[in-house]
């Protein structure tokens, strides 16, 4: 579903090893929307940045995260995406909905995680920004490049339904 660009939609994620920030450039490049990367001054290499990732997630610590680039509010849709730490979303995303939980309008939320396990990220973001997401996608380590495509074909499907909504009432207003 091709549409005309009058809703905006901002992709938003943090990433420390590159799978979320792989798939938001593919998810904004469908979506045409603009994409935003949450940055850590210190960033998180190596094995003292998987442990402090670790710690963080397990103490729920405040993290700091370089401003926001964009503003959030002029947008009508903001995909936000994270890789799974411990079962839940990680600390930057955290300290980033914190932050800009109030400007949200809509939401979608994706993430990325290495076992095909059930966690609670999705409904930690969604008691994080006080919103239900139009969409959820949620790509395990192992999945095969056929899975994940239908996972995001559908994703992508239903955040366009939602655009052309939102489209028809900005035409109507
Ligand atoms: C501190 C830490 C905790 C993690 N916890 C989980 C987990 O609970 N479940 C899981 O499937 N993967 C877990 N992972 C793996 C990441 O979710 C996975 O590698 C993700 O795709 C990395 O995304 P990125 O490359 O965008 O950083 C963890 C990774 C780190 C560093």
Not at 80 to 91: C, K, R
Not at 109 to 138: G, I, W, Y
């Amino acid at each position: 579903m091709e549409r005309a660009p009058v809703s905006k939609v901002l992709v938003v994620c943090y990433s420390r090893t590159g799978r979320t920030r792989a798939l938001a450039a593919a998810l904004a490049e469908r979506l045409h929307a603009d994409v935003e990367e949450i940055i850590e001054p210190g960033g998180r290499s190596g094995l003292i940045g998987v442990l402090r990732a670790l710690a963080d997630t397990l103490f729920h610590c405040d993290v700091r995260i370089g401003g926001a680039l964009n503003d959030v509010s002029a947008y009508d849709v903001v995909v936000i995406g994270t890789p799974v730490w411990m079962g839940t979303l990680s600390a930057p995303v955290r300290a980033w909905l914190a932050g800009n939980r109030r400007k949200l309008r809509h939401v979608a939320f994706f993430s990325t995680q290495t076992m095909h396990r059930e966690t609670n990220v999705f409904r930690d973001m969604a008691r994080l920004t006080r919103k239900q997401p139009v969409a959820r996608c949620a790509i395990a380590g192992h999945v095969r490049m056929q899975d994940a495509s239908r996972l995001i074909d559908a994703f992508v499907e239903r955040i366009e339904r939602k655009l052309a909504r939102i489209d028809n009432l900005k035409w109507a207003a």
